[in-house]
């Protein structure tokens, strides 16, 4: 094959590991921005290296520096008592050197080729202000959410969590990338089986780079070949820290602004933070809500279409008139209509969302506006499938989750697709292999569609609909966590005391 | 390799095998709504189908392409055949888009066809999986072909759900049910014999004209408007029905009920004159009276002339079901359920002797606003 003889040419890779420090110091020295100098005082000469575009260069000319001139400084060892700063590395160890200068460490060195260095943390990270929660947005809950730098997620979620059994684990992971991954758990709750399950996922993980926590999730899920989402994602810290408190384990990217939740259930997608804010029966209906949504968005183009070509006698007697006049004008089928109209709604929303946000609203009009009601009266499509369609679009919009949101809305073609096919057999054949394939998915070995099936009757108070708080006293069973209960099960369910009167009769 | 072929293989067969699957795109069909078979003697029939006429709304721009409207559609179509053709198959050939027949509302027989014996229209129905089991059948006093197409009615609304209309709401009132189902189900059930609504054509409208009640397929008995209130009352539990009664010459009162049950109890089972006992609890509503001749206190005489009046109304009901041999009060199926080792053989000619015991209770509930 062709690209076995190319595969010679390549050994000059960048992959290449330095030999020595000499080799480093002159591989980093054709960079711009990479500072060697000598430096020299009346005390000390040593040699100075740092990359000066990630390193905080205000800290190096008005701290360190100026120390290095002191008097005081006579030998290397002395600086770490005059150079303001908590910890300073001493090493050998060229692997450390090399990844440390490249994080923004300052390094010194007694000599130019010297083995032995002195590291000094002095990193500039440019993170954004945590701002505005944009994708799981909440109405009455928190709105920070995470940014782009591992160090204020982590802030933001150990803020929350102010316990000494909050564990952070770092590695890296990408075999150029060496991108920072931090697994959030608390000792103690965390499943160890779980815990185990995703450090070894991710060390294991062969790559070269990973850019963001979502193209994580889909190198360390279960099955890469699945439509679903097999992990939640959340850009929202106390989404996260519940998530934990329930025994989860979390895992977060740098420079990626959102958190992995491990293991999750499918009924998760479908619940939003906001559900915790509102009343149990609320919640609830609205939770129902959006399982019909769901299953509006997914069945009902392929039930249009199935009925109107195949089962004519299912279409009630009162809406026969209204679907005959509304179609006899469409010209085609009612696969190549709905089609139509499905492949407009994604051109809409993908046009929607590349556009910048004031264009997007345009766009909006336009597609809802203009193309519905031209195409109807130019007779393209009928007007109760634009309905329909609009109405599933609009139920798709409803999940909370972007990932989830983006599979439902794909999962209709292969419905529509079967209905022109087989009819509502077709609908069914379909419907049953979604189900066989969700039986057999797993979240970090755990079943997917966990509350169903297997049925945990446990974990349903808070799966469809959320049962009030003094009834969710265990934590979910699925999760196998450590410490069953939330709280004290007994105290919850104390009887109330014998009632007294108000006043005395 | 091996193993993918046989995977794609059967998707892409299938991809392209299901264009040839025969569809029925709603609107590239015609609909039948209605059939009727009139009997012109020797196994002939006179078919009638009726198709919708849906006609598009006057919203401009909403009519595109250029395309003819269903409006313009074939509406009916008659032909004589003989008895027990499917008219869909037969009318196939002038269709214009395929006939279809899932979708039918009515079927209308009249009364030569009915009192000639339905038998071979009952199979057809039975047999075929596109008829709706909830269609509507009934007896029609002239010419079906005529009260199909005619085309005088006071209504625009197309004839056939005219007709269901009217069936539906008479028989949430006075009417018992005659579904396709449930004459199908006395038709074909032990110790009992189907009934169907009949209707006519009265000038420009269509109304309601009493029971037709069968003999096995065979119409041999006609129940007039004024007593199918009586009839319901011993068939089934049910309200809003009107009953009007004439106490005395010219003198009426009509009441609602607001509930009706009907109780059946049987002795002597297997024995040459079986006891039926019906016990009828009527609540009324008094909807019209006749002008001082209901009061709270004379209220309770009203309901003892009732339950007489009624109670001998149905038994002499019961009395002409009995001598015409027919029994679509279902009376042979409450008194196999109340007799241990039931003697179905015996059954007809022990029908003729049953003796039929009614009680009537009417409570007048209400008696109008003003006394």
Known sequence: MFWKNSKKKNDQGPAQPSKSIADLLVQLETNPDFNHFCHKSKTLTCWISYINTVVDLEYIHRDLLPALYSERVQCMKDIAQVVPIDKLIETRDLSVIQTSLLDGYFMIQPSKRSQHVYLIPCPKKQARQVADTEVETSIVGAHDSFVESLETNINLVRSRIPIPQFKVEEQRIGKLSRTRISILYIEGLANKANLNTTRQRITDLETVSVINANMLALMIGDNSQSFFPQFFDTERPDRVSGALYEGKIAVLVDGSPSALILPSTVVEFFATIDDYSLTWPVASLYRLLRLFAVAFSVISSSLYVAALTYHYQLVPKDLLATLIVSRSSVPYDPIIEVLLLEVMIELLREAGVRLPTKVGQTIGIVGGIVIGTASVQAGVTSNILLIIIAMSALAAFITPNYRMATTIRLMRFPFILAAQMFGLIGVGLCFMFFVCHLLKLTSLGRPFIEPIYPMRVTDLKDSFIRLPSNMQGQRPLFLRTADKNRVNLHRTMQKKGKAKPDIDE | ?371
């Not at chain 2, 074939?74 to 055949?81: A, I, K, M, N, P």
């Not at chain 2, 009934?138 to 007709?163: F, N």
């Not at chain 2, 420009?204 to 009640?213: K, N, P, S, T, Y």
């Open chain 2, 1 to 371: 390799m091996k193993q993918k072929a046989v995977l794609i293989a059967p998707l892409i067969a299938i991809l392209f095998l299901s264009g040839c699957l025969p569809t029925s795109i709603i609107d590239d069909v015609l609909l039948v709504e209605a059939e009727g078979v009139d009997y012109l003697g020797n196994e002939k029939v006179m078919g009638t189908i009726t198709m919708p006429n849906y006609v598009e709304n006057p919203n401009p721009g909403s009519a595109g392409a250029g395309l003819p409207t269903t409006a313009s559609m074939l509406r009916h179509l008659s032909g004589v055949t003989y008895d027990g053709k499917s008219l869909v198959d037969r009318f196939q050939q002038s269709g214009q888009m395929p006939i279809r027949v899932g979708k039918i509302r009515l079927m209308l027989f009249n009364t030569a066809m009915a009192k000639k014996g339905l038998y071979k229209q009952i199979d057809l129905r039975n047999r075929d999986p596109d008829s709706p089991r909830d269609m509507n059948f009934a007896v029609v006093e002239g010419s079906c072909r005529k009260l199909l197409t005619s085309a005088d009615y006071q209504t625009q609304i197309p004839v056939a759900r005219y007709i269901q209309d009217m069936i539906e709401q008479n028989t949430e009132q006075n009417y018992p049910e005659s579904t396709m189902e449930s004459f199908m189900y006395a038709y074909y059930g032990d110790y009992m014999d189907p009934f169907l609504p009949i209707i006519r054509k009265q000038g420009d409208h269509i109304a309601m004209h009493g029971l037709a009640l069968f003999k096995n397929d065979k119409y041999v008995m006609r129940l007039s408007e004024n007593r199918v209130f009586t009839f319901k009352m011993l068939f089934q539990k049910f309200n809003q029905g009107v009953y009007d009664y004439e106490f005395a010459p010219n003198k009426h009162i009509a009441f609602k009920n607001v509930h009706t049950d009907v109780n059946y109890k049987v002795k002597n089972g297997n024995s040459a004159a079986p006891d039926i006992y019906a016990s009828v609890n009527v609540s009324a509503q008094v909807r019209q009276a006749y002008p001082k001749s209901l009061s709270k206190a004379s209220s309770p005489v009203m309901e003892k002339k009732l339950n007489r009046h009624m109670a001998k109304q149905s038994a002499q009901l019961v009395r002409r079901f009995q001598r015409k041999g027919i029994d679509p009060l279902q009376l042979g199926q409450h008194v196999r359920s109340y007799t241990r080792n039931f003697d179905g053989k015996s059954w007809p000619e022990r029908y003729a002797n049953a003796r039929f015991h009614c009680k009537v209770d009417v409570t007048i509930k209400q008696t109008g606003i003003s006394e």
